[in-house]
Antibody, heavy 121, light 110 residues
Framework: QVQLVQSGAEVRKPGTSVRVSCKAS????????IHWVRQAPGQGLEWMGV????????AYAQNLQGRVTMTRETSTGTVYMELNSLKSEDTAVYYC??????????????WGQGTLVTVSS | QSALTQPPSASGSPGQSVTISCTGT?????????VSWYQQHPGKAPNLIIY???KRPSGVPDRFSGSKSGNTASLTVSGLQAEDEADYYC??????????FGSGTKVTVL
């Protein structure tokens, strides 16, 4: 079955970086985009950006431009999201989700289980 | 990109219906038929329940329905059941590979 499995929880100090992975299985990795969405504690969902695993091209939310980088490793079917210059406001659960753009769709399904990133001094 | 506007809460008794609105602009909700809705239970990842304004993925009960008029999309849950108690988020494509989510609505089954 289609699955997105994310890496485990991380704790970082302000000003450092974090990299979260999302391993896809059960489908052709290069046929679907991967989006990243985050959710701060008790808050709503925030779209962060998207990567096309086939072309390795990525697009990022304007408020994260310059701090976020999304990459992929085709050999393992894994997508990575790296966030730099971490602030306490970046404390959140980070989700990856499959996008259907290459089939003309613009929704997210399914989602990974989420990765908690805590930024604290 | 500002978040789409949803009411913070909605409620209904079992068997009743509840409708959640999602208001954006002509640059997102009003400009594309790419509104989707997600259900999120506490501590869980979101789950797709409506895509392309009105379509339901297989396995989603037909109690869930979507619609759109102008810059406002809506999700209706008919015949409320206890398991429908959750947070609901709308999302819209906003052009140029950008997306925006709604602020979220907590649905309580009384």
């Amino acid at each position: 079955q289609v699955q997105l499995v994310q890496s485990g929880a991380e704790v970082r100090k302000p000003g450092t970086s974090v990299r979260v992975s999302c391993k896809a299985s059960g489908y052709t990795f290069t046929s679907y985009y991967i989006h990243w969405v985050r959710q701060a504690p008790g808050q709503g969902l925030e779209w962060m950006g998207v990567i096309n695993p086939s072309a390795a091209a990525a697009a990022y939310a304007q408020n994260l431009q310059g701090r976020v980088t999304m990459t992929r490793e085709t050999s393992t079917g894994t997508v990575y999201m790296e966030l730099n210059s971490l602030k306490s406001e970046d404390t959140a659960v980070y989700y990856c989700a499959r996008g259907w753009e290459l089939f003309g769709g613009k929704w997210f399904d399914p989602w990974g289980q989420g990765t908690l990133v805590t930024v604290s001094s | 990109q500002s978040a789409l506007t949803q009411p913070p809460s909605a409620s209904g008794s079992p068997g009743q219906s509840v409708t959640i609105s999602c208001t954006g602009t002509s640059s997102d909700v009003g400009g594309y038929n790419y509104v989707s809705w997600y259900q999120q239970h506490p501590g869980k990842a979101p789950n797709l329940i409506i895509y392309e304004v009105t379509k339901r993925p297989s396995g989603v009960p037909d109690r869930f329905s979507g619609s759109k008029s102008g810059n406002t999309a809506s999700l209706t849950v008919s015949g409320l059941q206890a398991e429908d108690e959750a947070d609901y988020y709308c999302s819209s494509y906003a052009g140029s590979n950008n997306y925006v989510f709604g602020s979220g609505t907590k649905v309580t089954v009384l």
